[in-house]
């Protein structure tokens, strides 16, 4: 309902993709990088910004990039450009149930080979998104802690960014999960981010609603309850479209609250700020007239804000509404309409 994740919602079909896209990156299709920001894949001239800056990893093989290298094969020169804008910055990568320990041992070894930081984020907590567009989850707590401990040894030691469970603890706030559910997601939520944490180089943030959604005091409590002491801190307007200022207030009134703790804020679609009209429950879906925000970095404007990340991959489908299709499926219309801004 606060911006709901479209982009974890993967098909089996779209999980695969990933997959392979994951294996191919190893067999030899991904990006040397040294630091100096000439990672490159050939044919779409994926490029990204020096490590200094953005330590990420690119995906070469993502949907941008491929529709990238379609557009410039069709002679269509001038949309591929405004394409590219998504393609050469790193976006998350949505680990799905189906091989989660293979996903996220592809990625990060694509990653450290490239010398860069995975940016992982997990969305499977059982009941998620309350039965909307992005609904769905593991079957149960066991098969949950199952799919957190298959993805903490597909990281093992390499270098991992997990944005943890988008609107979990939200959730549990509003009053959208039902109240049976609501001890089991803190003990799922705690366990995760024990787990993850303990890795060597693995930082997790625990995902904290959005500026729009309500106030920190509503929530910093149910964050203490989910584990936030044991994480690196929390993730702000994942999915969202609030602006990066109205992002960086909202933190850090709540970072005061939980001990000080660090953010980051998704500013993957956030340039022109939220949607403010038709039906307030549906502003968060694939609204029209939005544009790409600040590009991902941790050169950020505030010391407790760790940095800006895409956590929301730019034209992925928030859901079937406004003529979009399924949450996490890629839309280039959108894609190019958010490019363009």
């Not at 959208?176 to 366990?191: A, M, N, S, V, W």
Request: proline share 6%; charged share 25%.
């Amino acid at each position: 309902m606060y911006g709901s994740r479209g982009a974890g919602a993967m098909s089996t079909r779209r999980a695969s993709a990933v997959a392979l896209g994951a294996a191919l990156l190893l067999a030899g299709c991904s990006s040397s990088g040294d630091g100096d920001g000439k990672d490159e894949k050939a044919g779409a001239r994926i490029t990204q910004q020096p490590k200094e800056a953005d330590p990420f990893w690119v995906n070469p093989d993502g949907n941008a990039a491929r529709q990238v290298a379609a557009l410039e094969e069709s002679g269509e020169k001038d949309r591929a450009e405004q394409i590219r804008k998504i393609a050469q910055q790193p976006t998350g990568e949505w680990i799905s149930p189906e091989n989660p320990e293979e996903q996220a041992r592809g990625f990060t070894e694509a990653a450290d080979e490239a010398g860069r930081t995975a940016l992982l984020v997990l969305y499977n907590i059982p009941h998620r998104d309350c039965g909307q567009y992005s609904g769905g989850g593991a079957a149960d707590g066991d098969a949950y802690r199952d799919f957190i401990d298959a993805v903490a040894k597909g990281i093992g030691d390499r270098s991992a960014t997990v944005v943890l469970e988008p609107d979990a603890v939200l959730h549990l706030v509003d009053g959208c999960t039902p109240e049976q559910f609501h001890e089991e997601r803190y003990d799922l939520l705690k366990g995760a981010v024990a787990k993850l944490s303990a890795l060597k180089n693995t930082k997790v943030y625990l995902d904290a609603g959005n500026a729009g959604w309500g106030n920190p005091d509503q929530i910093f409590e149910p964050l203490k309850w989910a584990g936030i002491d044991q994480a690196d801190g929390f993730s702000v307007n994942v999915s969202n479209f609030y602006t990066t200022e109205d992002s960086i207030a909202y933190g850090k009134e709540l970072s005061a609250k939980v001990g000080g703790k660090h953010f980051v804020i998704d500013t993957s679609r956030n340039g022109n700020g939220p949607y403010t009209e038709g039906d307030p429950g549906e502003r968060w879906c694939n609204p029209p007239g939005r544009a790409l925000g600040e590009t991902p970095t941790t050169k950020t404007a505030d010391p407790l804000v760790d940095a800006y990340l895409w956590v929301k991959r730019p034209g992925e489908s928030d859901g079937e509404c406004k003529g979009g299709p399924k949450a996490g499926e890629w839309w280039p219309e959108y894609a190019l309409k958010l490019a363009q801004g």
